[in-house]
T-cell receptor, first 113, second 113 residues
């Protein structure tokens, strides 16, 4: 069946280090992927997206990598800061149309000062 | 500020009460969603409205009743809830059935006692 999941439920990193959050998906027909960040007491917020015709996309301090061969998505955060502490979700939008986005369970990132 | 506002932020209700959650979006988007977020579980899609018409009802119990009077407002009417319905309820908006990101409200933290 369709699923989007995360390899690690929690990740703890030292301030200034790079963080890598991973996600596996199972629907090879999906063509759009998003990473969201959810801080405590807030709703999820868009960080970065990538379409299936790409394998890498960079934003400000964040990079998303897509490996369609193994159905794997990752979010890299450079020079992690305390403000990056949050839960990160990957999301998959199937290309079958409709409004269903499949969310992963989330990875909690702790940044140690 | 995401352009999606939810009220109330917190709600405690008894199992025999009737209450409503409200969502308003200022983005001009035409699709609005209700999601349920429980601890350690992925976001669960409940309802989708596109141009005020319900397009998805994800097998949600009838004790949850959505209402969408226009493209900017979305309500979730609650009655005779169960303790297991306690969760964070998130409203989101997107530009319809397109591969774009969702804009989430801050959620309503619901506790059923």
């Amino acid at each position: 069946g369709e699923s989007v999941g995360l390899h690690l439920p929690t990740l703890s990193v030292q301030e200034g280090d790079n963080s890598i959050i991973n996600c596996a998906y199972s629907n090879s027909a999906s063509d759009y992927f998003i990473w969201y960040k959810q801080e405590s007491g807030k709703g999820p917020q868009f960080i970065i997206d990538i379409r299936s015709n790409m394998d890498k996309r960079q934003g400000q301090r964040v990079t998303v990598l897509l490996n369609k061969t193994v159905k794997h998505l990752s979010l890299q955060i450079a020079a992690t800061q305390p403000g990056d502490s949050a839960v990160y979700f990957c999301a998959e939008i199937p290309n079958t149309g409709g409004f269903k986005t499949i969310f992963g369970a989330g990875t909690r990132l702790f940044v140690k000062a | 500020e995401t352009g999606v506002t939810q009220t109330p932020r917190h709600l405690v209700m008894g199992m025999t009460n009737k209450k409503s959650l409200k969502c308003e979006q200022h983005l001009g988007h035409n699709a609005m969603y209700w999601y349920k977020q429980s601890a350690k579980k992925p976001l669960e899609l409940m309802f989708v409205y596109n141009f005020k018409e319900q397009t998805e009802n994800n097998s949600v119990p009838s004790r949850f009743s959505p209402e969408c009077p226009n493209s900017s407002h979305l309500f979730l009417h609650l009655h005779t809830l169960q303790p297991e319905d306690s969760a964070l309820y998130l409203c989101a908006a997107t530009r319809g059935n397109m591969n774009t990101e969702a804009f989430f409200g801050q959620g309503t933290r619901l506790t059923v006692v």
